[in-house]
T-cell receptor, first 110, second 116 residues
Framework: TQLLEQSPQFLSIQEGENLTVYCNSS?????LQWYRQEPGEGPVLLVT?????EVKKLKRLTFQFGDARKDSSLHITAAQPGDTGLYLC??????????FGQGTTLQVKP | EAGVAQSPRYKIIEKRQSVAFWCNPI?????LYWYQQILGQGPKLLIQ????????DSQLPKDRFSAERLKGVDSTLKIQPAKLEDSAVYLC??????????????FGPGTRLTVT
């Protein structure tokens, strides 16, 4: 069974602070995705990482895929209240099926 | 471009009753997914359709859940009879499938089901 463990599960920080969310698995995935979900809405895709060691940047968000394609991290620089939400990592298997982690709830206080 | 549409947005039923959810994917998307998201957890895939055929239903509780996508477009997910543990948000997603970027899924807003 392929599982993804996210940590931390909850994070409450002040505006301007930096944070990192981790996503770990014992399984290898063909690619890994990060989503952000706001209350009452479905998840929205932020990024897909495909190559081991790959780093992608999306404004203040930096995503990294582990060399062995089993783990990933999301780093947010100078967090803002608008970053508040549920962050989900998802491993992609060959049929396009997504295996989601349990999510990290981020609260950024002004 | 219109997104994935789902209805109803909210539903409250008593245990042992039946309920159905409807999903209209993005036009042209061949692959449709139904996920269950229990509060505090990530979404769990229930069933994946490629056009009107089932690709993966390994985690669908088939004794009470059923889903169909008869014309390869809209889909319905049914629960009969509902149990308390079915309380969750039911998300529908779609993707281009084999024709495009198969792994970029677009999610609808979900249906929040409460079973009392």
């Amino acid at each position: 069974t392929q599982l993804l463990e996210q940590s931390p599960q909850f994070l409450s920080i002040q505006e301007g602070e930096n944070l990192t969310v981790y996503c770990n698995s014992s399984s290898v995935f063909s690619s890994l995705q990060w989503y952000r979900q706001e209350p009452g809405e479905g998840p929205v895709l932020l990024v897909t990482v495909v190559t081991g060691g790959e780093v992608k940047k999306l404004k203040r968000l930096t995503f990294q895929f582990g060399d062995a394609r089993k783990d990933s991290s999301l780093h947010i620089t100078a967090a803002q209240p608008g970053d508040t939400g549920l962050y989900l990592c998802a491993g992609v298997v060959n049929t396009g099926k997504l295996i989601f982690g349990q999510g990290t709830t981020l609260q950024v206080k002004p | 471009e219109a997104g994935v549409a789902q209805s109803p947005r909210y539903k409250i039923i008593e245990k042992r009753q039946s309920v159905a959810f409807w999903c209209n994917p993005i036009s042209g998307h061949a692959t449709l997914y139904w996920y269950q998201q229990i509060l505090g957890q990530g979404p769990k895939l229930l069933i994946q359709f490629q056009n009107n055929g089932v690709v993966d239903d390994s985690q669908l509780p088939k004794d009470r859940f059923s889903a169909e996508r008869l014309k390869g477009v809209d889909s319905t997910l049914k629960i009969q009879p509902a149990k308390l543990e079915d309380s969750a948000v039911y998300l529908c997603a779609s993707s281009l499938g084999l024709a495009g970027r198969p792994y970029e899924q677009y999610f609808g807003p979900g249906t929040r089901l409460t079973v009392t």
